[in-house]
């Protein structure tokens, strides 16, 4: 069983940079696809960002392009979120998630509990 641990989140105002961290244990991270999902009230969840195993493969939703960067640190069994330039429609809770697959698309099978981020205008 994979547990995930979201950290960072908190309240910046409009055109600020936040970075999301995400804690895994219990599982063989190196092997696993990564990825941060966000969701706000009212809407459905958001995929925002994806990495495979090894970092080389990424992928992003065009709301976050060029804005977000996701990276990873097999050693520290860590997934990052690099978040510029923030908008206030990028207030969402944020939620990381690993896919026991090399392949960065498909379902994911473990979820953390979400770390809120809030944009101020």
């Known amino acids: 069983q994979v547990q995930l641990v979201e950290s960072g989140g908190g309240l910046v105002q409009a055109g600020g940079s936040l970075k999301l961290s995400c804690a895994a244990s219990?599982?063989?991270?190196?092997?696993?696809?990564m990825g941060w999902f966000r969701r706000t009230p009212g809407k459905e969840r958001e995929s925002v960002a994806r990495?495979?195993?090894?970092?080389?493969?990424?992928s992003y939703s065009t709301s976050v392009k060029g804005r977000f960067t996701i990276s990873r640190d097999n050693a520290k069994n860590s997934v990052y979120l690099q978040m510029n330039s923030l908008k206030p429609e990028d207030t969402a809770v944020y939620y990381c998630?690993?896919?026991?697959?090399?392949?960065?698309?498909?379902?994911?099978?473990?979820w953390g509990q979400g770390t809120q981020v809030t944009v101020s205008s």
């Open positions: 998630a690993a896919r026991s697959d090399s392949d960065i698309f498909g379902g994911y099978d473990y």
């Open positions: 219990g599982g063989t991270f190196s092997t696993y696809a």
């Open positions: 990495i495979n195993y090894n970092g080389l493969t990424t």
